[in-house]
Every structure is written in structure tokens, then in C-alpha cells.
């Protein structure tokens, strides 16, 4: 999908079928991170209008998406959303058996990219769940996952609660300037 034919009833379309092939297909151990982003999270994030392997064919400086690499742990989110190169988002992938709802580290993890960045809000998922946390306060370790979420959605609700994610991290959110008005008045859960 390029920004010339992004269809939103298309991409609803598309991401009703991929919540139920993860429904159909999940069980958390047959799923790596590797698998996990391939199968299911970049096309969760092309649902949301985001050119995730550069269809457009546009040179390093200008990629709407920077996808780190499947196979390594380099220290870096796994997905940079920019906006005009500027990086707006980070995004990090965990595989299915991360109990990101419970487990301190991932939400400290995105919290600290979103952080060190200037970011203002940050996304974590391992598709089962999708968790945006505010990145404008220092995170700290200990911090409880609960702790600056802005929104936590199951896969199941991806699809009925398209439009509230949907100004929340879509690329024509952040083009268009919607995503800095919402996110002035959302405050943490």
C-alpha cells in the first residue's frame, strides 16, 4: 500500500484476516520474535498505513520505517516510524511467550528508547497484545508495566478499535498532524 491508494476499509479488511489467522495459528511457543514480526507485526503496522518494507522505494535518508534487523539483538527498537526522516516512534516486537502485561523489562525497554529519543509515546506488542506507553518521564526498572500506559489493546479488539489505534500510530496520523493533537489530551491509564 502506498500513500497514493491507502484504503482504510482495505486495511481493516486485511487485519481482520491476520487477527484470525493469529487466533487460528497461535500457540506462544511455536512463534520466535523473528517469525512473530514477519508473520504478523509488520503487517499489523502496513494495516496502519505504514511503508514497512519500503514499497515505495525511497532512499535510506528518506524510509518511513526503519526495520532493524530479525535475526539480532542490537540494542536499537526494532521498528523506527518517521515522519519526513524524523523518527516519531519506536516500536518493539517481543515474541508471544513475553508476557509483556506482567514482565517489568519490555515496557522498561520501550520506555527508555522512547526516552532517550524525545519520543512522545511509545508502542510494545507481541501481537497477542499492543501496549502505548508516554515516554516523556525517565523510566526506571522497577517501574511496573502499568506504570505511563497510555493504551493496552488484545489482538482480538485490533480490528473493533481500529480508528482510536489507528490516531494513535498511523502513518497518515502523524503526516497529517492529528497524532500531536491526540496525544495532548491522553493521559495515562
Not at 37 to 66: A, H, M, Q, T, Y
Not at 91 to 110: C, G, L, M, R, T
Not at 152 to 180: A, C, N, P, Q
Request: charged share 30%; with cysteine; hydrophobic share 30%.
Amino acid at each position: 500500500m502506498s500513500e497514493f491508494n491507502f484504503d482504510i476499509s482495505e486495511a481493516k479488511k486485511n487485519l481482520n484476516e491476520l487477527v484470525n489467522r493469529f487466533g487460528t495459528n497461535y500457540n506462544e511457543k511455536s512463534y520466535n520474535e523473528s517469525a512473530c514480526r514477519l508473520e504478523f507485526i509488520d503487517k499489523l503496522l502496513i494495516c496502519f498505513g505504514w511503508d514497512v518494507s519500503n514499497e515505495k522505494g525511497l532512499p535510506p535518508i528518506s524510509k518511513e520505517v526503519i526495520v532493524e534487523s530479525y535475526e539480532q539483538e542490537l540494542g536499537k527498537p526494532d521498528y523506527t516510524l518517521r515522519f519526513n526522516g524524523l523518527s516519531k516512534i519506536f516500536v518493539e516486537a517481543k515474541k508471544p511467550s513475553v508476557d509483556i502485561v506482567k514482565d517489568n523489562e519490555p515496557a522498561f525497554q520501550i520506555r527508555r528508547y522512547g526516552w532517550n529519543a524525545k519520543h512522545k509515546i511509545g508502542v510494545l506488542t507481541n501481537f497477542e497484545t499492543m501496549a502505548i506507553y508516554e515516554c516523556s518521564c525517565k523510566p526506571n526498572i522497577t517501574d511496573k508495566p502499568n506504570n505511563y500506559l497510555l493504551k493496552r489493546y488484545h489482538y482480538t479488539e485490533y480490528v473493533d478499535k481500529y480508528e482510536e489505534i489507528y490516531e494513535l500510530i498511523s502513518r497518515d496520523s502523524i503526516y497529517s498532524g492529528l497524532f500531536d493533537i491526540k496525544l495532548e489530551y491522553i493521559r495515562p491509564i
